[in-house]
Structure formats: structure tokens, C-alpha cells
T-cell receptor, first 113, second 117 residues
Framework: GDSVTQMEGPVTLSEEAFLTINCTYT??????LFWYVQYPGEGLQLLLK?????DKGSNKGFEATYRKETTSFHLEKGSVQVSDSAVYFC????????????FGDGTTLTVKP | GAVVSQHPSWVICKSGTSVKIECRSL??????MFWYRQFPKQSLMLMAT?????????EQGVEKDKFLINHASLTLSTLTVTSAHPEDSSFYIC?????????????FGPGTRLTVL
């Protein structure tokens, strides 16, 4: 079955540091890939998505590129802020399954001033 | 657009009582809604998939008689935790996918914190 493996956390960075959170996946067919962000006490918010190989999703300074050859979708940001502190989830889903998703375990990011 | 609400945002109840949680898609029609449970510092655990007008599909290990799901309309799904016990205390999150448009994308509600005393 499908699976998503995320870099283990927690990750602690200083403000303005470069961020990478690794995500690799195993799936049949051609899934869509997602990054979600969860702030304390809240639900998940869609951060970005990519639907096919070599697509780059981007939002709020975050980027991730769908790499089919390495089955990866690593999240990057050039300069993190304290407000980026949250839990980040990588996920995949298939268009044929009404959005039923497989999630990674989440990576907690703490950004210190 | 694509806003999903949940009500209540938090609830405290006594052991043995039932609690109903509502999930609404505010500005779109949702053919499918999902219910998740999340324990502290853990990922989301899918409990069930709910399609409008039909019975929910429960994941393995989830008691359908304990977690009753009703998806009565294209904008509303409810989760009822029956005879709640302290071990049911958790963060419950719903999500919805659109009836039209990008079928692979889920939109999440803000979650409901359930505490059973």
C-alpha cells in the first residue's frame, strides 16, 4: 500500500535559517503530493501541492518539487520566521479515491528568534 | 474559499454520555468527508470515510457502533461518540473533498478537542 516517510523531528532553527524537511513516498500510479501545516490546537492547512512529476508547489516562501525518480517531495524555505513554528505533514492522495490521503508522521519545527 | 468548520471546537463530558461533533463545508459541496483522530504529538489516524447519502466506510479497528457517522447532506457530516470513556479523549478532525474540481485535495476543519472525565 501507499506510505509516506518524513524526516524525524523535532527541528529547531534560528530565524532566517534555511529549512529542509525531507519526505519520500511509496505509491502505485501517479499520486498527488501535499504539504500541510498544523499550528498548535488547530486543524491542518494546505500549504502546497503538486500533481505530477517535476511540478513545483509553492506558497508563503515554501517550495517543494515532485521528484518521481527519487520518489521525494522535500519541503524547503530559504529564510524561516518564528511564525513558521508548527508541525508539517507530508501526504499523498490519488484522484481516483476522493482525496483519501496517506500522511507522514509529521515534523515539528521550532524557530527561535 | 474551501472553508470547513467544526462544532464544537472543544467539549468536556462525563463518562458514559454521548457527544456529537458537526463538520460543515461552508462554501462548497462535499461529496466525501473524512474523520480523523489525532493523539498528542502524533499524526492523523483516519477513522472513516463518509459519502453523502450512504453508509460510512470505517477503517480497520474503528468501532462503527461507537463512532456513529451521518452524512445527511452535501455540506454536513456528524460524528457521534457514543457512551464516551476517558480513552476516547482526543483531537478529532474532519476534512472534505469537493464534489467538483480537484478531487484529490482535502480541506480540513479546525478540529474538536474532546475530553471525557
Amino acid at each position: 500500500g501507499d506510505s509516506v516517510t518524513q524526516m524525524e523531528g523535532p527541528v529547531t532553527l534560528s530565524e532566517e535559517a534555511f529549512l529542509t524537511i525531507n519526505c519520500t513516498y511509496t505509491a502505485t500510479g501517479y499520486p498527488s503530493l501535499f504539504w500541510y501545516v498544523q499550528y498548535p490546537g488547530e486543524g491542518l492547512q494546505l500549504l502546497l501541492k503538486a500533481t505530477k512529476a517535476d511540478d513545483k508547489g509553492s506558497n508563503k516562501g515554501f517550495e517543494a518539487t515532485y521528484r518521481k525518480e527519487t520518489t521525494s517531495f522535500h519541503l524547503e524555505k530559504g529564510s524561516v520566521q518564528v511564525s513558521d513554528s508548527a508541525v508539517y505533514f507530508c501526504a499523498l492522495s490519488h484522484n481516483t479515491n476522493a482525496g483519501k490521503s496517506t500522511f507522514g508522521d509529521g515534523t515539528t519545527l521550532t524557530v527561535k528568534p | 474559499g474551501a472553508v470547513v468548520s467544526q462544532h464544537p471546537s472543544w467539549v468536556i463530558c462525563k463518562s458514559g454520555t454521548s457527544v456529537k461533533i458537526e463538520c460543515r463545508s461552508l462554501d462548497f459541496q462535499a461529496t466525501t468527508m473524512f474523520w480523523y483522530r489525532q493523539f498528542p504529538k502524533q499524526s492523523l489516524m483516519l477513522m472513516a470515510t463518509s459519502n453523502e447519502g450512504s453508509k460510512a466506510t470505517y477503517e480497520q479497528g474503528v468501532e462503527k457502533d461507537k463512532f456513529l457517522i451521518n452524512h445527511a447532506s452535501l455540506t454536513l457530516s456528524t460524528l457521534t461518540v457514543t457512551s464516551a470513556h476517558p480513552e476516547d479523549s482526543s483531537f478529532y478532525i474532519c476534512s472534505a473533498s469537493m464534489a467538483s474540481g480537484s478531487l484529490d485535495t482535502q480541506y480540513f476543519g479546525p478540529g474538536t478537542r474532546l475530553t471525557v472525565l
